[in-house]
């Protein structure tokens, strides 16, 4: 197996662990923040938190066709809603949550580079005299 499809299966996870704790913890628990909360934001990080874990990650690990599919449809899901976050609730939106957000995003970055980015540097080649 791929050592770049592993580590980016184990980013996938645990970025999709996060959301889901981040998120599970404001629906299930009723944990109060000590900031505002956008009342869909907690319901969309834990979905999205889920599917990472239940299936994009999965995917990814065994380097599955679909895989890179779905890493940049789940970084396209983020960059859209960081972009309402930054647009339509810039007035709202907690630090907080852009933060986590940006996080998510560095995050499936590093994903899609593993994943798409080609084996070797082209500019930098073996054996080459300096």
Request: proline fraction near 4%; glycine fraction near 6%; hydrophobic fraction near 60%.
């Amino acid at each position: 197996m791929n050592i770049r499809y592993i580590v980016a299966g184990l980013v996938a996870l645990a970025i999709g662990a996060m959301a889901i704790f981040a998120g599970g913890q404001v629906i299930f628990l009723g944990k109060e923040k000590d900031y505002f909360v956008i009342s869909w934001l907690p319901y969309y990080n834990f979905t999205m938190g889920v599917i990472t874990v239940f299936i994009t990650a999965p995917l990814i690990l065994r380097a599955a066709p679909l895989a890179k599919t779905l890493a940049l449809a789940t970084f396209a899901a983020h960059a859209t809603v960081m972009t309402i976050l930054l647009t339509v609730y810039r007035d709202v939106v907690a630090d907080h949550s852009l933060k986590a957000m940006s996080i998510r995003l560095a995050a499936w970055v590093l994903v899609l580079a593993l994943l798409y980015l080609p084996e070797r540097c082209p500019v930098a080649r073996r054996g080459s005299s300096s």
